[in-house]
């Protein structure tokens, strides 16, 4: 299984930018995918979360009200709608997929993608 995240940039704060990434390989079932970020000396966090069962999304308080986190199941893609950029959003962000590669796997595997930039200038 492969993740392939996309969409970072160099961006203005109060800019937005939107993020993808795409699961690929052999599939069975994604139980759900987030998005965590690296910033500059710091430790990797979690920024959102979706879970495949009902939808549920989970926000870090930093990001909430101004990021929203997105699936398409039909394409294994998960989407990072990120609003009001600030320079504190300034990181690697990484996708993670907990999948189930085939039927009688009874529990998922993580999946994490290779990362990519987001730089927020002030």
């Known amino acids: 299984v492969q993740l392939q995240a996309s969409g970072g940039g160099l961006v203005q704060a109060g800019g937005s930018l939107t993020l993808s990434c795409v699961a690929s390989?052999?599939?069975?079932?994604?139980?759900?995918m987030a998005w965590y970020r690296q910033g500059p000396g710091r430790q990797r966090e979690a920024v959102a979360g979706?879970?495949?069962?009902?939808?549920?999304?989970y926000y870090a308080d930093p990001v909430k009200g101004r990021f929203t986190i997105s699936r398409d199941h039909a394409k294994n893609t998960v989407y990072l709608q990120m609003n009001n950029l600030k320079p504190e959003d300034t990181a690697v962000y990484y996708c993670k997929a907990d999948v189930r590669r085939y039927l009688w796997e009874m529990r998922p595997t993580e999946y994490w993608g290779q990362g990519t930039l987001v730089t927020v200038s002030s």
């Open positions: 979706i879970v495949s069962s009902d939808g549920g999304t």
């Open positions: 390989g052999t599939i069975h079932a994604i139980n759900g």
